[in-house]
C-alpha cells in the first residue's frame, strides 16, 4: 500500500547477515534485503550501516525522496550485531575470525574517536549525553514497570479496526 499510495515511509533493514542462528546467504536467494523493494514497485537502497556519513546520507537522500512524493524506500543497513540473536545466545554459530574482522570495524568507538578529532564535541559532553540518555531509559523502563498491567480484555484494543479507540 506504501508503494501503491506513494506513501511517504522508509522501512529501515538492519541486516546483520544473520537470522536467528542461520547466516543470511543460507535463506535467500537475493544478495541484499534491498533487492526486494523492486518487487513491491518501491525503491530499494543498500547502505553500509557501520558508516555513520554513508547512513545519514543514504537516509537524507530517503526522505527528500519522499518528502517530494515519490513515495517509500526500502533503506538496508548491512552491519553486524555483537550479541546473540535472544537473551543468553552465546553466537557460536559465527565463526571467531568473522567476529574479530567486524568488532575491528565497531562503528561506535570509530565514530566517537572522529567526533572527539573534529571537536563536534568534547569527552565531556559524550559522557554528559551518554548519562542523559541512560537515565531518559531508566524513566522509561520505572514507567513500564510501576504501570498497571492491562485487562485481558485490551489485548486487541488498537489493533483491529473494531477495537479502536476514538
Not at 34 to 44: K, L, Q
Request: glycine letters at 6%; aromatic letters at 10%; charged letters at 25%.
Amino acid at each position: 500500500m506504501a508503494s501503491l499510495w506513494k506513501l511517504p515511509v522508509i522501512f529501515l533493514c538492519q541486516n546483520n547477515r544473520y537470522a536467528e542462528c542461520t547466516r543470511y546467504e543460507d535463506a535467500t536467494t537475493v544478495e541484499h534485503v534491498a533487492e526486494r523493494a523492486a518487487s513491491y514497485g518501491m525503491r530499494g537502497v543498500t547502505v553500509n550501516g557501520n558508516d555513520p556519513q554513508a547512513m545519514w546520507q543514504a537516509s537524507r537522500e530517503a526522505v527528500e525522496y519522499a518528502r517530494a512524493g515519490r513515495g517509500p524506500t526500502l533503506l538496508e543497513a548491512v552491519t553486524f550485531r555483537f550479541m546473540g540473536h535472544y537473551f543468553g545466545d552465546p553466537g557460536p554459530y559465527i565463526p571467531k575470525e568473522e567476529y574479530a574482522a567486524a568488532l575491528a570495524l565497531d562503528p561506535m568507538p570509530i565514530c566517537r574517536a572522529e567526533v572527539l578529532r573534529t571537536g563536534a564535541a568534547t569527552e565531556a559532553q559524550l559522557e554528559s549525553m551518554a548519562q542523559d540518555i541512560k537515565a531518559e531509559i531508566e524513566d522509561a523502563l520505572k514507567f513500564a514497570i510501576d504501570s498497571v498491567t492491562p485487562e485481558l480484555s485490551e489485548i486487541d484494543t488498537d489493533i483491529y479496526a473494531s477495537g479502536v479507540r476514538a
